[in-house]
């Protein structure tokens, strides 16, 4: 095997790791800075030590990124095709950020390994792609969307009687606990998904079997990497998730938070399902938000969200198909 195709294809997945970092930030903080529990930069350092941590908590997902999606390609061919699926998730992770918009960098990623796998004629698993990526995609913001409703309806019960200044102090404070397991969520999702990609080129370059564990070097390297990258800060989307769906008061933002952690964690451990921590988070904050009024969520901006997770994985599939067509006429 290239040796120089298999440290490209992993410095590759590594920068990924890190826009995937910056572009999903926003998705753990964005409620406790509009919120102000928390300051923009406190929040960064917080959530970055949380993303590390949370790297090393499990490997489900990364088996389920690795063996469940698309068939293990085959030579420099195969490393290409995990290169361009890499390219076009990094691609639409930038686009997205550019323009504010909270799309997911798992559905970026996983659309770009379905349009690679296809363009170099690899095997997809479509079982695979349908009951581990297409289904929570579905599920997931309709979960968070009615817990987040529930769980803020909760509150607002338990809390009915209580001072309303004395009750914002309180979560304003709790708040950093929820955003910490928010942070701490992502870096259980996120950094498994990228460890699972560069495993995969381990495999194909010879260096690993699927039955081995995860070396710890690959651990460090895409749990640093997602550090790196959510310090770096997503400003863009943070406004949008923390101001322009809805105004959060420090109750919802707790709720949010807890609703969205609540969720990840479930997914990791008990399904390895690897869903999206912006679709998570998107809709429990629309699901706290409608406890108010159903109009004080502003489903304007919350439609052209929802938009953008529609348009995410055929996006990011057509730029690895043109991305690998292009590789394939250089290299191959």
């Given at each position: ?19 995937n ?20 930069r ?89 009951e ?82 995860i ?56 399904l ?15 699901g ?45």
């Open positions: 095997m290239d040796t120089f195709a298999l440290v490209v294809t992993i410095g590759v997945a590594l920068f990924f790791t890190y826009t970092g910056f572009h999903d930030s926003a998705n753990a903080i964005a409620t406790s800075v509009s919120t102000r529990a928390l300051t923009p406190a929040a960064l350092a917080m959530a970055a030590v949380m993303n590390l941590a949370g790297a090393f908590l499990g490997s489900g997902v990364a088996k389920t990124v690795s063996e469940g999606i698309i068939a293990t390609p085959e030579g420099r061919t195969g490393m290409w095709i995990l290169f361009s699926a890499l390219v076009g998730a990094i691609i639409w992770n930038l686009i997205t950020w550019y323009f504010g918009l909270p799309s997911s960098s798992s559905h970026a990623l996983f659309g770009g390994m379905v349009g690679a796998a296809l363009a170099g004629g690899t095997v997809v698993y479509w079982t695979g792609v349908l581990k990526i297409v289904i929570p995609m579905f599920l997931s913001p309709i979960v968070g969307l009615v817990v987040g409703y529930l769980v803020m309806t909760a509150i607002m019960w338990m809390f009915r009687k209580s001072n309303p200044h004395k009750t914002k102090r309180g979560f304003r404070i709790a708040q950093t606990v929820s955003a910490a397991g928010m942070a701490l969520g992502h870096g259980l999702q996120d950094a498994q998904k990228a460890m699972g990609i560069v495993v995969m080129a381990l495999v194909i370059s010879g260096h690993e079997k699927y039955s081995d564990p070396p710890v070097w690959v651990k460090l390297a895409c749990a640093v990497m997602l550090s790196l990258g959510t310090y770096a800060g997503g400003w863009r989307i943070m406004r949008t998730l923390g101001r322009k769906i809805i105004e959060l008061d420090p109750p919802q933002g707790f709720a949010a938070e807890a609703t969205g952690a609540s969720i990840m964690f479930a997914s990791s451990y008990v390895h399902a690897p869903i999206s921590t912006t679709h998570v988070i998107t809709s429990a904050i629309m706290v938000g409608a406890t108010k009024r159903v109009n004080a969520v502003r489903w304007g901006v919350a439609k052209n969200i929802v938009l953008g997770w529609f348009i995410t994985m055929p996006a990011a599939a057509t730029v690895a198909a043109l991305s690998f067509w292009v590789v394939h006429l250089a290299f191959l």
